[in-house]
């Protein structure tokens, strides 16, 4: 996935994803009621994520869905993050994660597992 989005994109996503198929109308009610945006504001950011491919629109009443998953996101952000912060060593990143020591038990056992598969 290329696309990058930005916090305030990131956050009409989450609105379309919860929601969809929405209408662009839908998402900026929302928006306002949780985030407390404008209209207007909503309907730009609505805007750019169809031109970035984000979001795929129809008609009747401008209906969106996603056109990526936030495992999609969750991945790419991730993968940014690492060869940011950590020069693309996911043992680095893995190892700063696990530092901070606040794991639960079931967590190691969790991550245990997936180390194994």
Same mark, same amino acid.
């Not at 984000?54 to 952000?77: G, L």
């Not at 060869?83 to 056992?109: C, M, N, P, Q, V």
């Given at each position: 996935?290329?696309?990058?989005?930005?916090?305030?994109?990131?956050?009409?996503?989450?609105?379309?994803?919860?929601?969809?198929?929405?209408?662009?109308?839908?998402?900026?009610?929302? *928006?306002?009621?949780?985030?407390?945006?404008? =209209?207007?504001? !909503?309907? $730009?950011?609505?805007? /750019? %994520?169809?031109?970035?491919?984000?979001?795929?629109?129809?008609?009747?009443?401008?209906?969106?869905?996603? *056109?990526?998953?936030?495992?999609?996101?969750? =991945?790419?952000? !991730?993968? $940014?993050?690492?060869? /940011? %912060?950590?020069?693309?060593?996911?043992?680095?990143?893995?190892?700063?994660?696990?530092?901070?020591?606040?794991?639960?038990?079931?967590?190691?056992?969790?991550?245990?597992?997936?180390?194994?598969?």
């Amino acid at each position: 996935m290329d696309i990058k989005l930005f916090d305030s994109e990131l956050k009409v996503m989450e609105i379309v994803w919860a929601h969809q198929p929405i209408t662009a109308k839908d998402i900026s009610l929302i *928006a306002r009621d949780t985030i407390g945006w404008s =209209k207007n504001t !909503t309907y $730009t950011i609505v805007t /750019k %994520l169809v031109e970035k491919g984000a979001i795929t629109r129809s008609e009747p009443n401008f209906t969106c869905c996603a *056109a990526i998953t936030i495992e999609d996101v969750r =991945k790419a952000e !991730t993968n $940014t993050l690492i060869e /940011k %912060l950590f020069g693309g060593s996911k043992k680095a990143f893995f190892s700063a994660f696990l530092s901070d020591g606040e794991l639960t038990e079931g967590e190691i056992e969790e991550i245990k597992k997936m180390l194994d598969d």
